[in-house]
């Protein structure tokens, strides 16, 4: 059993920065991948972000130059470092980990971009 707990998003204007952070319940590694991706009203999620167990990281071509996914394995913590937000992307963003060939998802949290 995986757990995920996100924490951070929020409201900000254009062009402002936020960042998300996802705690695991697991050891980051043993992940075969972590990610993030977004939801926007009436819209399909979609992925935003992406990191391999070994540290290989992957964008979705929207926010390549603004987004950065990292992590922190002595935290079993993964964040998202988004930077120059657009109003586009307000969304209710989610995290997910693949582990043993599942997917977990953490609960959403919800970044409103505003113009």
């Known amino acids: 059993q995986v757990q995920l707990v996100q924490s951070g998003g929020g409201s900000v204007q254009s062009g402002g920065s936020l960042r998300l952070s996802c705690v695991a319940s697991?050891?980051?590694?043993?992940?075969?991948?972590m990610g993030w991706y977004r939801q926007a009203p009436g819209k399909q999620r979609e992925l935003v972000a992406q990191?391999?167990?070994?540290?290989?990281?992957d964008y979705a071509d929207s926010v390549k130059g603004r987004f950065t996914i990292s992590r922190d394995n002595a935290k079993n913590t993964v964040y998202l470092q988004m930077n120059s937000l657009k109003p586009e992307e307000t969304a209710v963003y989610y995290c997910?980990?693949?582990?043993?060939?599942?997917?977990?998802w953490g609960q959403g949290t919800q970044v409103n971009v505003s113009s």
């Open positions: 997910r980990a693949t582990w043993a060939s599942y997917g977990y």
């Open positions: 697991r050891d980051i590694p043993s992940f075969s991948v």
């Open positions: 990191i391999s167990g070994v540290g290989n990281t």
